[in-house]
């Protein structure tokens, strides 16, 4: 299919945090598009932005400039309201943005080399975290009302560090024994998922205590893991890769060990840390598990995912445009069925 000339190449996707809406950021601006039904529903053209996360809603944006004409300077974050359509606040740093996080009580600014924590309502300076080589900007937050809990990467090969801000606590897990590719957290905060530059495992932690809650297989074949998305509620994991692939992974043994072994959260503020052997060790209860369903899409295309609104269906977005919801079967082995097809760049090829 020939690309016209006036069709802006996607920088970034963003679901929204409630997954209500999605958003591309593109050389010329940011689009919205409702996720049920599929429909353009903002379009904002300024100039070109790398980054956009959003207050639950859609009203208040961060942007961070992005692509070959940036909108703005990439040392910054501004601050959008869409209802008074004008800019409300700003955050300049003193190197590349290259993601946000943002909750009602704190905004997170990753830079390559640390993260910078902001209180939400004077955007001053709350803290500032060193971590190691991040070129990614990898960052999850818990969303909504829930209490604060951040993850970020650690300063060592391999290690993440949790943020529980509520109860003033802070856990280093040594997750892998190479580079974190990639990283997802619950609604809530309860569990982190992450993977590794290899993408062949992906291990799930309680935040609380570090405690490895599952393993899981995604395949022997080397990968980028693109996205990490943990239904609502906690049952599944969607994990995405530069294969082409979504897997749908069962999340039983997470769930279960959270009922069965509860443990009380610590009030005082603690900090520890682990070996990285010690850290791998896992449980003889804890064996790799393979995923329920997949979804088999174009290989060496960058896709992201999340769980929608109804049962049992996952939303995919791709960087060339598509929006795919299928829906899949857990008691018929993870059946996997196409609900609907959009593209956001050709509107001319939208099939439903």
């Known amino acids: 299919m020939a690309v016209s000339s006036n069709t802006p190449s996607t920088i970034n996707l963003t679901f929204s945090h409630d997954r209500s809406f999605i958003a591309a950021c593109t050389e010329t601006g940011v689009q919205l598009f409702s996720c049920d039904p599929f429909r353009a529903i903002d379009l904002r053209e300024e100039g070109g932005i790398g980054t956009v996360e959003f207050l639950f809603g859609s009203n208040i944006w961060a942007l961070v400039g992005g692509g070959t004409s940036p909108e703005f300077d990439r040392k910054k974050v501004r601050f959008w309201e869409n209802a008074k359509n004008c800019f409300i606040g700003e ?23 640390r993260t910078l924590v902001y209180n939400y309502s004077n955007l001053k300076i709350y803290c500032q975290i060193e971590t190691a080589a991040n070129p990614k900007g990898l960052c999850a937050a818990s969303v909504g009302d829930s209490p604060a809990v951040m993850v970020c990467l650690g300063v060592l ?21 190479s580079e974190i590719a990639c990283l997802g957290i619950t609604r809530e905060g309860s569990l982190v998922a992450t993977a590794s530059v290899k993408g062949t495992v992906i291990r799930v932690f309680r935040t609380r205590d570090g405690t490895l809650l599952q393993e899981l297989w995604r395949g022997t074949e080397r990968a980028t893991i693109y996205s990490l998305a943990f239904s609502s509620p906690i049952e599944w994991l969607a994990v995405s890769s530069d294969t082409g692939t979504v897997h749908i992974f069962n999340l039983s043994k997470c769930t279960a060990t959270q009922v069965l072994q509860p443990q009380p959260l610590q009030t005082s503020y603690t900090s520890s840390s682990m070996s990285f052997i010690k850290g791998l060790v896992m449980p003889n209860c804890i064996s790799l598990d393979r995923s329920l369903a997949k979804i088999r899409l174009v290989k060496g295309s960058k896709y992201i995912a999340d769980f929608g609104h109804m049962k049992n269906t996952i939303i995919v977005l791709g960087m060339d445009g598509s929006f795919y919801r299928c829906m899949f079967d857990p008691d018929k082995g993870g059946e996997m069925t196409q609900l609907e097809y959009h593209n956001f760049l050709y509107p001319e090829d939208n099939l439903s």
């Open 157 to 177: 090969i391999g290690e993440i560090r949790v943020e529980h801000y509520s109860i003033r606590k802070i856990k280093f897990i040594a997750a892998h024994s």
């Open 91 to 113: 955050i300049s740093c003193r190197s590349v943005v290259l993601s946000v996080r943002m909750r009602r009580d704190f905004i997170f600014v990753v830079l390559e080399n």
